[in-house]
């Protein structure tokens, strides 16, 4: 049980090696012992554990995004290994060609010289040096 105006338990550390009792009222007692809420040792454990949810779901989307960059640039070293560069900046070239090619073929037509003309200047921009 608290007596009103008891005051913390805790040892609050200075900057120079200096320690005092928390001058703050307590609000709880755990084992015997008058906590304020910032030092109450159930408050703490909480407070930890969301701090470690926090980081580790920061750590997942870095690691999901380390992991999307990685694959990425692997792809456009496997299809020019001398510049990987040219083919991500061709990536949307390709696709807008290759949407263009296979809307045609889908409705068993044969593409017009200006798209095959397209879909070439997109894969040379890839295979660029």
């Not at 008058?34 to 701090?51: G, L, M």
């Not at 920061?58 to 083919?87: G, H």
Request: net charge positive.
């Amino acid at each position: 049980m608290i007596t009103k105006g008891e005051q913390c338990s805790e040892t609050v550390w200075g900057e120079r090696v200096q320690s005092w009792q928390c001058q703050k009222r307590a609000v709880v007692v755990r084992d015997g012992k008058p906590y304020c809420k910032i030092h109450d040792p159930e408050y703490i454990v909480r407070k930890n554990a969301e701090r470690q949810a926090e980081y580790e779901a920061k750590t997942e989307v870095r690691s999901a995004r380390w992991k999307l960059e990685l694959t990425a640039v692997n792809a456009c070293k496997k299809i020019n290994p001398d510049n990987p560069q040219a083919v991500a900046e061709s990536i949307g070239d390709m696709y807008e060609a290759l949407k263009v090619l296979l809307g045609i073929v889908a409705h068993n037509a044969l593409p017009s010289e200006a798209k095959i003309r397209q879909a070439e200047k997109a894969l040379s921009k890839a295979d660029r040096k």
